[in-house]
């Protein structure tokens, strides 16, 4: 399946674009509405892109009462993604979302780098969103924790359908002039290219830790970039900064991983599944 990372694709002004995905994942979606942070809120970089807008969201209400009926007409999987400061916080939002049939699946957006012990953090989030909800649970996490395969476990343990990797990672942009912050809030999440290499790792990590299927997403770019995601692990991709830049990459991707997967003598896509776990190499056609 190829979706989109959460909150890089908006799809009630850019529909065609979802359509050319086979899930739509929302932008977090909070309790409250939040306005998130104070402009500047994105920066390029030579290797990717720096965003701090916040989890800006208008909150669970009105995402129930506005957009997910407008969301319901795309008449795709959607899945929602969730967020919050504490467990009930999750609780209570998937709750909510539990009875609308037109909500395929809950993302927990529990990419929470800076808490104590994340394995406990992400294993309360998971467990109380699990007695809320029936809908399958996928639990995003960062690669920013010092053990992300027993923060996967924990996860796994606590309830999880499946893992969503990576979310973004901190990083510092500075004006080429002034040489002072170039986002607002100081330092914002890097996604893009610069993101791969640490997002395989975290694919490849997981896929080892646990059983739950994965959807890989950071710097995915191409359908090699698919592909190696695949091998690492990941039963799904996710294309996120890229979408900013290239609405036709959905397409595309698709069109350049069934070219990869011939090359390489796969007859589909679940032949290279975790493949780079083999040890050995794969028939590589020239
Ligand atoms: C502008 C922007 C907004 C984002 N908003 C969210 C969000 O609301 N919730 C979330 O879980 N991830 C969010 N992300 C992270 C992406 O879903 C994704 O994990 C990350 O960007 C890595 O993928 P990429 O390198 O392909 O962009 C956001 C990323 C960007 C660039």
């Not at 699990?130 to 920013?144: D, F, I």
């Not at 900064?241 to 991707?253: E, G, H, M």
Request: glycine letters at 8%; aromatic letters at 4%.
């Amino acid at each position: 399946m190829l979706l989109n990372a959460s909150g890089c694709l908006d799809a009630l002004t850019a529909p065609d674009v979802a359509r050319s995905l086979d899930v739509f994942v929302t932008k977090t979606v909070t309790p409250e509405p939040r306005d998130g942070n104070a402009p500047v809120r994105i920066a390029e970089t030579d290797v990717g892109m720096l965003n701090s807008i916040g989890l800006a969201n208008p909150g669970i209400d009105r995402f129930i009462t506005r957009a997910l009926p407008q969301l319901a007409r795309l008449d795709m999987p959607l899945w929602v993604s969730v967020g919050g400061f504490a467990a009930d916080e999750y609780a209570e939002i998937c709750s909510r979302l539990d009875d609308h049939e037109e909500v395929t699946a809950i993302e927990l957006n529990v990419s929470c780098p800076n808490v104590e012990s994340p394995a406990q953090t992400t294993a309360q989030i998971v467990a109380s969103a699990r007695l809320a909800t029936r809908k399958p649970l996928w639990a995003k996490l960062s690669a920013a924790v010092p053990d992300l395969a027993e923060v996967a476990r924990a996860a796994q343990d606590a309830g999880a359908d499946g893992l969503s990797l990576i979310n973004t990672l901190r990083g510092l942009a500075l004006d080429e002039r002034t040489l002072q912050p170039s986002l607002r809030p100081v330092v914002g999440g890097l996604s893009g290219p610069a993101l791969k290499p640490v997002a395989l790792a975290a694919v490849y990590a997981c896929r080892r830790a646990t059983d739950l299927p994965i959807v890989g997403m950071g710097g995915v770019q191409s359908g090699r970039d698919a592909l190696e995601f695949v091998a690492a692990g990941a039963r799904h991709v996710a294309l996120g900064t890229i979408l900013f830049a290239d609405p036709d990459s959905p397409a595309r991707v698709r069109a350049e991983l069934d070219a990869e997967l011939q090359a390489h003598g796969y007859a589909n896509v679940d032949d290279a599944y975790a493949i780079a776990h083999d040890g050995s190499l794969s028939t590589t056609a020239t």
